[in-house]
């Protein structure tokens, strides 16, 4: 294959990664990785380098259209990017020590889980309207808007959350990944933030995590312009067109598709991993 | 703070301005890739793509100092590469700006916070190998 077909299919490819992933809210680096090395026959530490640097264009693009609305909260995202930083680098760290096998098979794992947490309709958390002394002293508690006024909420179970973006950020930098499912689940299910704050605030966070991990990526030749020049191009660009036609889409049908691509990847990843052809 | 409502709209004020620094780091940032990609491509658009195995490890393109010499002599990859580094100067721009805002508010556990982070940004840049 000539390096211009590469670039325009790798292109193709990323930008409908990146579309997808915005209009379902999974984010298109859980498939930028899985496309790149089982389609495209790219080696898996290449494609999670390049999976990683487009991660930090789409939450950066996405950012300036969700602080519009109001609802990150910037103490939070502060406060936990400490752990998921950290995670980031210990993650970044494992990926240069460990097989890219062992890596596709985590890889694999966690598409299956992200494809169960899609799917899965989970009930919202009951607002728990005690007073969290650790919330306060750390100036956590804050408001969103609502149609009927601003909307009061107080953040809980702070060290467990704390410990769960460690591990979001653990996967981010072994993985490539912006690890959005799992940021959201510690928030919304450990620390009952309200959903809307908690997808905002997360978005936010993706970036610094995987600026974290890019520098080691960077450092150890992870990541190649021939590369990531198509995968960063094409999942901005998607992740951009994906946010502006949100409102029109059916996203319920796209999610169950989307699931089902998830699910054939990350069986596949694990099969490749355990016959050590990636 | 004296005042909790104050303290919220000034987040909400500087959250727009951060949010501004992100999209302006991103477009600037894509701008230089499509720009070395041009040139790579108009160069190697007909060589033989193979990513089958890794190099990375012997790319001058790990370093700054490798990057900053390929711009120079206006290669296309050192030019690509030189975008991504944009990239991902721009959350930890976005880290900066919150250090300040942070200490304008006079909110020093915030400064802290924030200053802890940027550490481990530091730690990643510089320490992990980027010499």
């Known amino acids: 294959m000539s390096v211009l077909l590469f670039t325009l299919l790798v292109l193709l490819g990323s930008f409908l990664a990146g579309l997808l992933g915005a209009l379902t809210g999974l984010g298109g680096g859980v498939v930028i990785v899985p496309l790149l090395a089982l389609v495209f026959h790219v080696d898996m530490r290449y494609a999670i380098g390049a999976s990683l640097v487009s991660v930090i264009a789409t939450s950066s693009g996405a950012a300036a259209a969700y602080v519009r609305e109001g609802f990150s909260n910037m103490r939070i995202g502060m406060f936990l990017e400490i752990a998921t930083t950290v995670g980031a680098i210990v993650g970044a760290l494992i990926a240069t020590h460990v097989s890219t096998s062992t890596i596709a098979v985590v890889f694999g794992f966690v598409l299956l889980y992200s494809a169960y947490l899609s799917v899965r309709t989970q009930p919202a958390p009951p607002p728990n309207p005690k007073q969290d002394r650790v919330s306060r002293f750390l100036r956590l508690d804050g408001s969103y808007p609502t149609p009927q006024g601003a909307q009061a909420y107080t953040v809980h179970r702070i060290p467990l959350g704390f410990g769960f973006m460690f591990g979001a950020g653990t996967l981010s930098g072994l993985l490539g990944i912006g690890s959005g499912a799992v940021k959201v689940l510690a928030m919304d299910q450990a620390m009952r933030i309200p959903f809307k704050v908690s997808t905002t605030t997360s978005n936010f966070m993706i970036g610094v995590t995987a600026a974290a991990s890019a520098g080691v990526y960077l450092a150890r030749g992870y990541i190649d312009p021939g590369i990531a020049m198509p995968v960063v191009l094409g999942a901005l660009g998607g992740s951009m067109l994906g946010a502006k036609v949100l409102i029109h889409a059916r996203t319920k049908t796209l999610r169950i598709v989307f699931s089902v691509v998830i699910v054939a990847l990350g069986a596949e990843m694990i099969f490749n991993g355990f016959t050590g052809r990636l | ?131």
């Open chain 2, 1 to 131: 703070m004296s005042s909790g409502a104050k303290n919220t709209w000034n987040d909400q004020r500087i959250e727009v301005i951060i949010g501004r620094l992100l999209r302006t780091g991103v477009l600037l940032s894509a701008a230089v890739v499509i720009f070395g990609g041009c040139v790579y491509l108009s160069r190697h658009g007909h060589s033989v793509a193979s990513y089958r195995a890794f190099h990375g490890d012997t790319s001058p393109l790990r370093t700054l100092p490798g990057i900053a010499h390929g711009t120079l002599q206006f290669s296309g990859r050192a030019i690509i590469q030189l975008g991504l580094l944009l990239l991902i100067a721009t959350p930890i721009a976005r880290v900066i700006f919150s250090a300040i805002a942070f200490a304008v508010e006079r909110d020093y556990l915030y400064v802290a916070f924030t200053l802890a982070v940027l550490g481990v940004l530091a730690y990643s840049l510089l320490g992990a190998g980027l010499h």
